[in-house]
Structure formats: structure tokens, C-alpha cells
């Protein structure tokens, strides 16, 4: 029996558990074209599926979940800086108010993705410990990492269009389906983390006791 939860256990993946909670698949049910672009957000994510867990695997799993994002986006952060000073030494650019801008942008980028992972970290850990405020640390952090994809690719669009002068019409298409299919995706944490009541979160004020 215990074997068997094991393998149950390890097959409810991150993604799997928050795109599959009830609140999360029916979220637009009642918005018209909103329902159809939701529908298409979740079928990209794998078929539906609600895994059987107790509170504690779920309350686990999901805090590993938004970990592993905090550990992503404080390596990028990292990757900014680091990119940022090795231009800067190596040279690559002069001292002109353009590569200055460029460098110190990369610096401020990289500063921003470090406090957002911050609250990753700090979120998961609130998580685990079944505190209530882990959702909102987890919302402030998921809105910040919406923020940066959504400046980030904007700015890709931006370069791309002045740099090669291609369509505008095909670079505004990518750009939308990047924000409304590829941006668009990580409201599924949020949504998850605003409806998810089987998290067996508790207020500081109330008992800890199970």
C-alpha cells in the first residue's frame, strides 16, 4: 500500500497539481472568449487531472514547485550581473551613454530578479510551514516575474524590429502570442494560490495544532 502511494506521489508533479485543482480549471468558465483562450492554457499544460493527495503532500509538492521558480529566476538574476561585468571588462562595449545605459540596465534587471526570487524562497518557506501569508509573498512573487517576462519580451520586440527591420506585423504576432500564451500561463499559480484551499494554511493567530 505504501509502495503504491509513492509511485501516486511522484507522479503529481508541480504543474500537474495546481493545473488541475477545480477553482484553476473552471476559473473562466463564465467570460466568453476568456474561457476558450484558458481552455487552450490548460491543454498545453497536459490533460487536467486532480492527483489524490492529503494536505501535506500538496502543501509540499507546491512549495518545491515555487522553490524551483525562485531558484531559476535568482540565476538569472545572477546571469545579468554576470553579463553586465563581463562586458564591461572584456570591453565589449565603450564608455558611451548607450552601452552605459545597456550595463547598468542589466545591473538594475539582475537587482530586480533578485529581491522577486527572494520572495520565491521566502514564500516557499511560509508555505511549508503552513503560514497564510505564503500567498501572498507567492502572488507579489509570481506578479514580479509576470512583470519581467512581460518588459522583457516587449524590449526583445523592440531590438529585433529596429535591428532587422522585419515585419512589423509577424513581430507583433510573436509578441502576442508569447504574452497571451507563454506570459499568460503563470496565472495559473496565481489563480491557484488566490482559490487553493487544501492547503491546510493557518493566521498567525490561530492554532498550528492539525
Request: glycine content about 10%.
Amino acid at each position: 500500500m505504501m509502495r503504491g502511494e509513492n509511485r501516486g506521489m511522484k507522479k503529481a508533479s508541480f504543474s500537474r497539481v495546481v493545473s488541475g485543482a477545480d477553482p484553476v480549471v473552471s476559473a473562466f468558465d463564465s467570460c466568453g472568449a476568456a474561457r476558450t483562450w484558458w481552455r487552450v492554457i490548460l491543454w498545453l499544460h497536459g490533460k487536467p487531472t486532480a492527483p489524490i493527495l492529503s494536505e501535506v503532500e500538496r502543501r509540499n509538492i507546491v512549495a518545491e514547485g515555487f522553490r524551483f521558480y525562485a531558484q531559476l529566476y535568482r540565476f538569472l538574476a545572477l546571469l545579468f550581473w554576470l553579463v553586465g561585468c563581463a562586458c564591461w571588462v572584456v570591453g565589449v562595449f565603450e564608455t558611451t551613454n548607450d552601452a552605459l545605459y545597456w550595463m547598468r540596465a542589466s545591473a538594475l534587471v539582475g537587482g530586480f530578479l533578485w529581491f522577486a526570487s527572494g520572495l520565491g524562497f521566502s514564500g516557499a518557506k511560509a508555505l511549508r510551514e503552513r503560514r497564510e501569508h505564503a500567498r501572498l509573498v507567492l502572488c507579489g512573487f509570481m506578479v514580479a516575474v509576470i512583470a519581467f517576462l512581460s518588459g522583457l519580451t516587449a524590449a526583445l520586440s523592440v531590438v529585433v524590429q529596429l535591428q532587422t527591420g522585419i515585419g512589423a506585423a509577424l513581430n507583433l504576432c510573436a509578441l502576442s502570442v508569447v504574452w497571451t500564451v507563454g506570459i499568460g500561463s503563470y496565472l495559473i499559480e496565481v489563480l491557484y494560490l488566490v482559490a487553493e484551499t487544501r492547503l491546510g494554511l493557518v493566521a498567525p493567530h490561530e492554532s498550528y495544532a492539525s
